[in-house]
């Protein structure tokens, strides 16, 4: 069964940092790209950045300078390392993964980023 378990979510000061975790079980994580996603209240959930099994990556423009994704295929974790955060940061952010053409998600972790 594939579950996913988010943390690292908390308050923070503008231009502070938070390091999201995301671990994965249930499934071959080393052959799977896994992905970030941020929901605001009132708005779609939007993909913040990605990683695949090669370590490509892609991040969202407002976030590219500022956010690294990275992987630990050994702890089967992903991360999201957040630098310089911005109240428009702010939100629930969760890990996915696609596994034979089914997402899954984490539960979710809050983060708020205060002006």
């Known amino acids: 069964q594939v579950h996913l378990v988010d943390s690292g979510g908390g308050l923070v000061s503008s231009g502070g940092s938070l390091r999201l975790s995301c671990v994965g079980s249930g499934f071959p994580f080393r052959e799977h790209a896994m992905n970030w996603y941020r929901q605001v209240p009132g708005k779609a959930r939007e993909l913040v950045a990605t990683?695949?099994?090669?370590?490509?990556?892609y991040y969202k423009n407002s976030v590219k300078g500022r956010f690294t994704i990275s992987r630990d295929d050994a702890k089967k974790t992903t991360y999201l390392q957040m630098n310089n955060l911005k109240p428009e940061d702010t939100g629930v952010y969760s890990c996915?993964?696609?596994?034979?053409?089914?997402?899954?998600w984490g539960q979710g972790t809050q983060v708020t980023v205060s002006s």
């Open positions: 990683i695949d099994r090669y370590t490509n990556t």
């Open positions: 996915k993964v696609n596994v034979v053409g089914r997402d899954y």
